[in-house]
């Protein structure tokens, strides 16, 4: 039987990510959508033929048995928690929760509600990062993890909530980072981390010419971005392994490049490719094993850009039932948040360089 599901939020991901997909899939039946904005519910009333409400309260545990929902960060928890707490099973677009108390109340909710919540959490799902996983077993020990997602250009929604810390949590550590953390646990399996060091930087997320042209987005507004665009940092996890992570929404770069490289006592393991919907793509997925000074190209399967959504859904039904989903996304999300939060408090501790034109450090700045 197929999953009765509500799209809550038509916003960019919920029109072009999930609703379409959701629609072409056989285990899925789009039965109602939800929207605050009358313009987003108007743009869809009658191309839908499901009701379009104005909240997520119109959705029942006896109308709908999933809410898929994608709504902006800050209002993730308080969305997401109110339908758990009335039965209805959640998946919720990343990042899951914004702080650890969040990450509680959505525990909290699922208990109170007896219903599962699941993460969005896509790039597992890419082919090319299948192909690397299935590397990991010949590097013997893993060592080292290099994470780095930098694009050309591409903030998304410049002026909008995504660059405002009170809507958005933060920057590009919540959006590209947290995929780039999510990619990690699935390759390494999850581990909390013990070590952060980070600093992040702002030159780009208030130029308009730096905004992510695939989105669509309406022109920025007169808000001014407070998050940041760039974040550097290292961290060791509790099983020892050390990672470096790079995520930036713009950068001096001509192309979108993830790049994930696993060092190993036994040899690296390097993906370099491009998540998400960027146009300004690395021509191909390329996956790389060097052992022993001889690096060897890895065959990677060919996809369309975005398939990894439609084949994280091709599972969903399944973990939706499954007993031990109840909580996981929960402790997957602690993990994620409160690094992010270390990360966060890390870069806070550093002197602030990013006001002001550039100059060089003399020794008598301090
Ligand atoms: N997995 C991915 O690759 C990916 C990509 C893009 C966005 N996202 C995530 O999806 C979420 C939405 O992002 P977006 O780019 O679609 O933002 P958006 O601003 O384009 O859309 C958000 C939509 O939610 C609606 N909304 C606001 N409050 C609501 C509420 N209480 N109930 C119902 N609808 C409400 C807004 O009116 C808007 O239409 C974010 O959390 C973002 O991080 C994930």
């Known amino acids: 039987m197929s999953v009765r ?17 959701l629609r072409a899939h056989a285990d899925f039946d789009v039965v109602a959508a939800v929207d605050t904005e009358p313009a987003a519910r108007a743009a869809f009333d009658t191309a839908l033929g499901v009701p379009v409400h104005p909240t997520a309260d119109a959705l029942t545990a006896q109308d709908v048995d999933l809410a898929v929902v994608a709504v902006p960060n800050h209002l993730h928890a308080e969305v997401a928690g109110a339908l758990l707490g009335r039965g209805v099973p959640v998946f919720l677009e990343k990042p ?9 109340a959505l525990a909290a909710a699922e ?12 790039a597992p799902h890419r082919s090319d990062v299948a192909a690397l996983a299935a590397l990991v077993p010949d ?29 958005a949590g933060g920057g590009v550590l919540f959006d590209l ?6 990619t990690l646990a699935s390759l390494l399996g999850p581990a909390p981390f013990t070590q952060v060091v980070g600093v992040t930087s702002s030159d780009f997320v208030n130029a308009a010419a730096w905004g992510a042209t695939w989105r669509r987005d309406r022109p920025a507004d007169d808000a001014v971005g407070d998050v ?8 060791v996890r509790a099983d020892g392994i050390s990672v470096s992570l790079r995520a930036a929404w713009a950068s001096h770069e001509a192309l979108d490049v993830t ?9 690296t393991a390097e993906l370099r490719c491009t998540f998400g919907f960027s146009p300004n793509r690395a021509p191909e997925s390329a996956l790389t094993l060097t052992r022993a000074g001889t690096t060897t190209a890895v065959p990677v399967p060919d996809e369309p850009i975005g398939d990894e959504y439609r084949r994280q ?54």
């Open 259 to 267: 790049r994930i490289q696993l060092v190993g006592s036994e040899g």
């Open 313 to 366: 859904l091709d599972g969903l039904a399944t973990v939706l039932k499954e007993p031990a989903s109840r909580g996981r996304a929960v402790g997957e999300a602690r993990t994620t948040v409160r690094v992010i939060e270390d990360f966060y408090a890390s870069a806070r501790s550093a002197p602030a360089r990013n006001v002001g034109p550039a100059h060089r450090w003399t020794g008598e700045d301090q």
């Open 5 to 21: 599901t509500a799209v809550v939020g038509l916003g960019w991901a919920g029109r072009e990510l999930w609703l379409p997909r």
């Open 228 to 235: 940041e665009d760039t974040a550097r940092g290292f961290l």
């Open 111 to 122: 208990r109170d509600g007896d219903a599962t919540l699941l993460a969005g959490s896509a």
């Open 96 to 104: 899951v929760c914004l702080t650890a108390a969040e990450a509680d």
């Open 177 to 182: 980072g947290w995929h780039l953390f999510d």
């Open 139 to 167: 590097l013997g020990h893993v060592r080292h993890a290099d994470l780095s997602w930098v694009r050309a250009r591409g903030v998304p929604r410049a002026g909008g909530w995504f660059t405002q810390r009170g809507t």
